[in-house]
């Protein structure tokens, strides 16, 4: 491509333009963004080639945008950026939740400018350009999630391939999913284990911190992520993570069962299978 843009240069934004970098995949990388000196170091680290605080100014010049702002922020970057972008520009994201994000931007954008959802299933704990990895989506699974509408457009398939190649160039394997699936499926490997670290961490009595060593640190490492994405994460897919909540619940009232009744073949039992279901992740 000739310039990619980066809207929200943090560890994801900022290793799409680390890796893009590293494979050559575009003449020229903006980041753009509110924090003219968080950009001017991102630049500096050779991130970027340019940077700019102005979003519709920016992506003037861009014929793919990336948005990789909280999920909130998305709907309303995009239709700002897609005002001044010239015909044929891609605009996609990372956002964690899909359904309203995709519904709102498939049938709000001028004609000459698609919006493709895209969810890379990579990241961590951590925040900020510093963390950046090149080799951040190599292995990894990134969701495209077209919209039934958008899916009836005979103009649009040229755009969802368009962003499928761009993740697969980043080193990710692509798969289609509807929002709904997507958000459905992602509150349950996702955003219900966020809330099951935060839960337990909070759970953690302050005299106990120093015994709390490698397998309590590994279960909760997640907790460590900034409070304000994971708030609008959740806000967002509400719905959604409240089902799997309540089947969560079920699990830890069967524990709880087995405990009280001093069933020891039923503890054994789920502990049985928790580890298969553990061991078919590898």
Not at 81 to 91: E, K
Not at 172 to 199: G, R
Not at 252 to 260: K, R, T, V
Request: charged fraction near 20%; include cysteine; glycine fraction near 8%.
């Amino acid at each position: 491509m000739g310039t990619l843009g980066i809207v929200g240069v943090g560890l994801l934004g900022g290793s799409i333009a680390a890796a893009a970098k590293k494979r050559v995949l575009a003449q020229r990388i903006i980041g753009i963004g509110r924090n003219a000196e968080r950009l001017q170091r991102a630049s500096d680290g050779g991130l970027l080639d340019s940077y700019s605080t102005e979003l519709s100014q920016a992506a003037e010049e861009c014929d793919v945008l990336v948005f990789c702002t909280p999920v909130n922020r998305i709907i309303e970057g995009v239709r700002t950026a897609a005002a001044s972008c010239r015909s044929g520009t891609l605009i996609t994201d990372v956002g964690s939740c899909k359904a309203g994000i995709c519904q709102s931007l498939s049938a709000e954008l001028p004609s000459n400018v698609s919006f493709v959802g895209s969810h890379p299933i990579a990241g961590s704990e951590k925040q900020g350009f510093e963390h950046a990895k090149e080799e951040l989506f190599s292995g990894s699974v990134c969701v495209v999630t077209p919209t039934a509408r958008q899916l009836e457009m005979p103009s649009f398939d040229a755009q969802l391939s368009r962003t499928t190649r761009f993740w697969q160039a980043l080193g990710a394997t692509v798969i289609q999913m509807s929002p709904e699936a997507h958000d459905l499926a992602l509150a349950e490997t996702s955003h219900l284990p966020h809330v099951v670290a935060a839960a337990l961490s909070r759970a953690l009595d302050s005299e106990n911190r120093q015994l709390a060593a490698t397998g309590f640190r590994d279960t909760t490492r997640i907790a460590a992520g900034d409070p304000d994405l994971w708030l609008a994460i959740l806000q967002d897919n509400r719905d959604a993570v409240l089902q799997s909540l309540a089947r969560f619940r079920e699990q830890l009232d069967s524990f709880q069962e087995s405990l009280q009744n001093r069933d020891v073949e039923g503890l054994k039992k789920l502990l049985e299978d928790a580890k298969t279901s553990r061991d078919g992740l590898n």
